[in-house]
């Protein structure tokens, strides 16, 4: 008996049309990647820029839209298991803590000075200096620090950070002082740096004596003088757009802002305005009525205006008050008449601690415009969070916007806040 060859069938027109409207991952639209990922966590985003090419660009395209802040927590200093481990904290994802490894590194025998994106400048135990990318682990050494080229002269006596300090020219201290750290006598650090080439430049306030700075390629740090007789008690900087921004202040005396431009070799003071001193500090406090200035900032926006900034508070039937007076000091290098208040940021928003604004706007998950971010340290919950104040609404009460409680005072004493940087591609 002949047996017929069975022949499959073939497939229908329907079938057909289908198979060719078939795409591979790497090429569903870039809105639907976006729906996707704009719920994801951070874990799930790394895992997602290994698919393909187009995934990774989509998910930077996405996280590049998020502006949250993070905490990094370090571990105690005489911790021998976890020392090279650190772990941080995505408000996003209030159930998470992510712990990551670095080899290379220590962390528990470091302390963060100032961060800037995912860049941290940190100090370790024997006062060293240097710069590392959180996620990439790349790390800068920085120029020993008692290598100083100005007047204020720094000697290491001991290898573990014992100092000497002296200035030549200060008359009132002409012995020099002894201390252990560096960071005991270093004021207001604040750095840059350029993701793509490296370049950057860090600067701090040495004792009261001078601005030290050094950049990419230095093997010293040079010094910018501080007049002497203005018996100062607060440090701020801010260095943005290749520019230095400085405040120095004595409420009952009085302070000054300058402005130092850093796009040649050596520094130039560009602007220059005298801060006057506030005779109500020295008036007695009557009652928990009154507005009491916890702290001034200098804050840098956008176009380059210089703001100053006060943070209130208050005590009202037990309960904490908090409220903002800002004050635009000069516009793009030009002096203001001093005293112009600001009642709006219009579409940017403050981060009074990190002293610079951004931009907030619809497309920018994270800020509100015209609204103040600030730190604030609750030493009863051991808990460190982020509050907000709205110029427009102006409500006092501080209610945590992000909210991290710590383990205990001491790794309080060791968390901070940055503000991660993901590139577009």
Avoid at 132 to 150: A, R
Avoid at 394 to 420: I, N, Y
């Amino acid at each position: 008996m002949e047996m017929k060859k069975q022949q499959n069938p073939k497939p229908s027109n329907k079938l057909r049309r289908r198979r060719d409207s078939w795409k591979p991952w790497s090429e569903l639209p870039s809105d639907l990647l976006n729906l996707v990922f704009e719920r994801l966590g951070y874990a799930d985003f790394r895992r997602v820029e290994s698919v393909c090419r187009s995934w990774c660009s989509a998910a930077r395209r996405c996280l590049a839209k998020k502006q949250v802040p993070w905490l990094i927590l370090l571990p105690d200093e005489d911790d021998k298991i976890e020392t090279h481990w650190c772990r941080f904290f995505n408000p996003e994802e209030k159930e998470k803590l992510y712990r990551m490894r670095a080899d290379v590194f220590q962390f528990a025998n470091s302390t963060i000075l100032a961060t800037h994106g995912n860049w941290l400048l940190m100090v370790d135990h024997w006062s060293d200096l240097y710069i590392l990318n959180l996620f990439t682990h790349e790390k800068i050494y920085l120029p020993e620090v008692e290598s100083q080229l100005g007047t204020t002269k720094v000697e290491r006596t001991t290898s573990r950070g014992n100092f000497c300090i002296s200035n030549v020219n200060d008359h009132h201290w002409p012995r020099p002082t002894k201390f252990k750290g560096i960071n005991m006598v270093m004021r207001s650090p604040v750095f840059w740096i350029d993701e793509g080439t490296k370049e950057y430049v860090v600067l701090w306030v040495l004792g009261d004596w001078c601005v030290v700075y050094s950049k990419k390629g230095d093997v010293f740090w040079n010094q910018i003088q501080i007049p002497l007789g203005y018996f100062i008690e607060r440090f701020e900087m801010v260095f943005k757009d290749h520019k230095l921004y400085y405040l120095f202040l004595n409420p009952r005396y009085a302070g000054c802002i300058k402005i130092f431009d850093f796009s040649g070799e050596i520094p130039q003071e560009t602007f220059h305005c005298d801060v006057p001193a506030n005779p109500s500090l020295l008036q007695p406090i009557t009652s928990n009525d009154s507005w009491r200035i916890w702290r001034t900032k200098l804050v840098v926006t956008i176009n380059g205006d210089v703001l100053k900034v006060e943070r209130l508070f208050k005590y009202e039937q037990e309960v904490r008050l908090c409220s903002f007076r800002v004050y635009k000091v000069c516009s793009s290098g030009f002096s203001n008449k001093y005293g112009e208040q600001v009642y709006s940021l219009g579409d940017e928003a403050m981060l009074f601690d990190l002293g610079v604004t951004v931009l907030a706007n619809d497309d920018i998950v994270g800020f509100k415009r015209n609204s103040i971010y600030y730190n604030v340290i609750s030493h009863d919950e051991n808990a460190t969070q982020i509050c907000v104040f709205n110029l427009e609404t102006k409500e006092m009460k501080e209610e945590p916007l992000h909210k991290f409680v710590c383990s205990s005072e001491h790794q309080l004493g060791r968390a901070r806040w940055f503000l991660p940087s993901f590139k577009q591609t």
